[in-house]
């Protein structure tokens, strides 16, 4: 078997008048995330992970914010995508470890959702993936609440 690591890392800032969308659900709050797409940063974060396992790339460059098609489009499809071009590749997700950065809302309540929904995607049990949410003690942008961040590691595997 062949083994793949990728680790993605995605940040936004937290404006008004936005939905907050994370992890494939909206968690209700007064701000949401500013972006050319959905901006889920933790969705974001698993496709750069699992582009970067195979040397494809980032987000960027295969979703480009210069795309009126893209606008407004939900992360989901965005995960999709990805998989499928994981899965062309005859790999497969073994595992995934997340952590999200945030002041607020405080998310733990929501990831039971979060990894239901990741998982349907990646073809994957829900105990192969972790969510994990930290704060930055108040520190910084997200100490601040201007903004949001997340990371992701993944292991792929191509059976021989």
């Not at 939900?74 to 002041?103: A, P």
């Not at 073809?123 to 930055?136: H, L, P, W």
């Not at 601040?144 to 997340?150: L, T």
């Amino acid at each position: 078997m062949s083994y793949r690591i990728g680790l993605g890392t995605d940040f936004h800032q937290l404006v008004g008048g936005r939905k907050l969308w994370l992890g494939g659900i909206e968690i209700p709050h007064y701000k949401g995330a500013a972006g050319h797409s959905d901006a889920d940063v933790l969705l974001h974060a698993i496709c750069d992970a699992m582009l970067g396992a195979l040397n494809l790339g980032d987000i960027g460059i295969h979703f480009p914010d210069t795309d009126a098609r893209l606008k407004d489009i939900d992360s989901k499809i965005l995960l999709h995508e990805t998989f499928e071009m994981i899965r062309r590749k005859n790999y497969q997700v073994v595992n995934l470890d997340t952590v999200v950065c945030l002041e607020k809302p405080k998310i733990m309540g929501f990831v039971s959702e979060m990894r239901k929904v990741i998982a349907d995607i990646l073809n994957i049990t829900v105990d192969d993936i972790s969510v994990k949410a930290t704060t930055t003690e108040k520190l910084g942008f997200v100490g601040r609440e201007e903004g949001i961040m997340a990371q992701a590691v993944v292991l792929l595997r191509r059976p021989d």
